[in-house]
């Protein structure tokens, strides 16, 4: 799964993933503009209610994560967002854990805001709808490969070689994952471009 769980990762990795992802709720909050509040939580509802449908891989399963595409419209604001839904999943779900938030804050948010400033120039006002399907596509790529790569590195940063087997498992279980994403996020903008093309305006970050 793209939870981290409580136990899993050092108490110098945890401290330092806790301290990067106060300081992304910190900026993002500041960015978060209030004409943006209403798309903040749509997506942040789609991220909770994706991230909490688990489908069976093997002896483990994944989720929809969408933290690519709600990057790429809500730049910073996408950790305050994606906190609130990951405290909540992991008090009513006990999805992860409060212990480990900020490391999987951090995972799923960071990518989010990777995908918000490689891509926001595909989304100007002279966007085309193949513009905006490659762009929405490209997040959902940047998206979950790098919540994958985050959550290897802090796995690796915390058990070193103990760790190779299950991360190379978790990288080619979220294969799909990363297509599935791909191809949600195309059709979300493209279909935001068509009927609230107000919602891709530029995000000051």
Do not use: K
């Not at 979950?144 to 985050?150: H, S």
């Not at 991360?167 to 080619?172: C, E, K, P, R, T």
């Not at 195309?186 to 009927?195: E, G």
């Amino acid at each position: 799964m793209m939870h981290l769980a409580d136990g899993v990762l050092g108490a110098p990795v945890l401290l330092a993933s806790a301290a990067l992802s106060a300081a992304g709720v910190a900026i993002g909050l500041r960015s978060l503009r209030e004409d943006r509040l209403p798309l903040a939580a749509l997506l942040g509802a789609a991220f909770f209610v994706a991230s909490t449908i688990h489908v069976p891989v093997g002896p483990s399963s994944v989720h929809l994560v969408l933290n690519g595409l709600a990057g790429l419209l809500l730049g910073w604001a996408v950790f305050p967002v994606l906190c609130v839904a990951l405290l909540l999943q992991a008090a009513l779900f006990s999805f992860g854990g409060f212990a480990v938030l900020g490391a999987n804050l951090l995972a799923v948010a960071l990518p989010g805001v990777a995908a918000h400033y490689l891509l926001r120039g595909q989304l100007g006002p002279a966007a085309t709808q193949r513009q905006a399907m490659l762009a929405g596509a490209a997040s959902g790529v940047i998206g979950i490969g790098g919540a994958v790569l985050m959550i290897g590195s802090l796995l690796a940063m915390s058990g070193g070689r103990s760790f190779g087997e299950l991360i190379v498992l978790f990288s080619l279980a979220h294969l799909p994952v990363m297509a599935v994403d791909a191809a949600i996020g195309a059709f979300t903008v493209a279909a935001l471009l068509r009927m609230l093309p107000q919602s891709l305006a530029p995000v000051q970050s």
